[in-house]
């Protein structure tokens, strides 16, 4: 791969972290989307729905990091004649009893145990659930210290792992919860940690669960260090 500047748009360490194992992490530069707002799930009814809206998120967090170029020049690693930014999202995709999909993202704080435990017993106990991912990767020409938007290259992918978890999760709630490993965690737990104790199986990915799925990293890489 070439060594052009890779532009991390996250807040997210965990994806640092992962993204490290693929580049050198002198290459990566961390640009974090100035805005909290994003695009919810909740109106949505089909499974495609969240295909398309999870991609939609992940451009948007590039829109936002070419706005921070545009309004600051020095965001751009100097003397850099293009960059890669890389943006994603991911989310966790239950069923409900009634079939219907629903998104549960981060638990919030205000109800955060109450809120974790709902979810493991209506929806990831005995059963299996989806972690969703959303990638964007676009190879942006630098002119004259600014973004090329004539000539930008953009690849998005989805990937989907399949995550089982055990039947009698209930009797170890309590003692998962003082962890506060599901503090800021899509779905409330991180399977990297304490909560892989309630997973049997999974299926697909398990970087994608951690966060960023490397498989489709490196291939969207290898695609625009070939072009």
């Given amino acids: 791969m070439t060594e052009t500047p890779i532009i991390l748009g996250s807040r997210s360490p965990r994806r640092l972290e992962l993204l490290s194992h693929l580049v050198s992490r002198e290459r990566i530069h961390v640009c974090s989307p100035d805005s909290l707002v994003e695009a919810g799930f909740d109106d949505l009814t089909t499974r495609d729905q969240f295909d398309e809206r999870i991609v939609e998120v992940a451009r948007a967090k590039l829109a936002d990091v070419l706005r921070q170029f545009?309004?600051?020049?020095?965001?751009?690693?100097?003397?850099?004649?293009?960059?890669?930014?890389?943006?994603?999202?991911?989310?966790?995709?239950?069923?409900?009893?009634?079939?219907?999909?629903?998104?549960?993202?981060?638990?919030?704080?205000?109800?955060?145990?109450?809120?974790?435990?709902?979810?493991?017993?209506?929806?990831?106990?005995?059963?299996?659930?989806?972690?969703?991912?959303?990638?964007?990767?676009?190879?942006?020409?630098?002119?004259?210290?600014?973004?090329?938007?004539?000539?930008?290259?953009?690849?998005?992918?989805?990937?989907?792992?399949?995550?089982?978890?055990?039947?009698?999760?209930?009797?170890?709630?309590?003692?998962?919860?003082?962890?506060?490993?599901?503090?800021?965690?899509?779905?409330?737990?991180a399977i990297q940690g304490a909560a892989s104790v309630f997973v049997t199986r999974v299926e697909g990915s398990l970087s994608n669960v951690v966060g960023l799925p490397l498989e489709e990293t490196i291939a969207m890489l290898r695609i625009v260090s070939h072009e």
């Fill in 70 to 189: 545009e309004a600051d020049s020095s965001l751009i690693p100097g003397g850099a004649k293009d960059v890669l930014i890389l943006t994603g999202d991911t989310t966790v995709v239950a069923t409900g009893p009634d079939g219907r999909h629903l998104s549960l993202g981060q638990p919030p704080e205000e109800s955060l145990d109450e809120t974790v435990r709902l979810w493991f017993q209506n929806y990831f106990a005995g059963k299996t659930h989806e972690v969703l991912s959303g990638v964007c990767l676009a190879r942006v020409p630098i002119q004259d210290g600014r973004p090329n938007h004539e000539n930008l290259r953009v690849l998005t992918r989805v990937c989907s792992t399949k995550v089982t978890m055990r039947p009698d999760a209930d009797r170890l709630l309590d003692w998962y919860l003082k962890t506060g490993e599901s503090r800021g965690k899509a779905g409330g737990y």
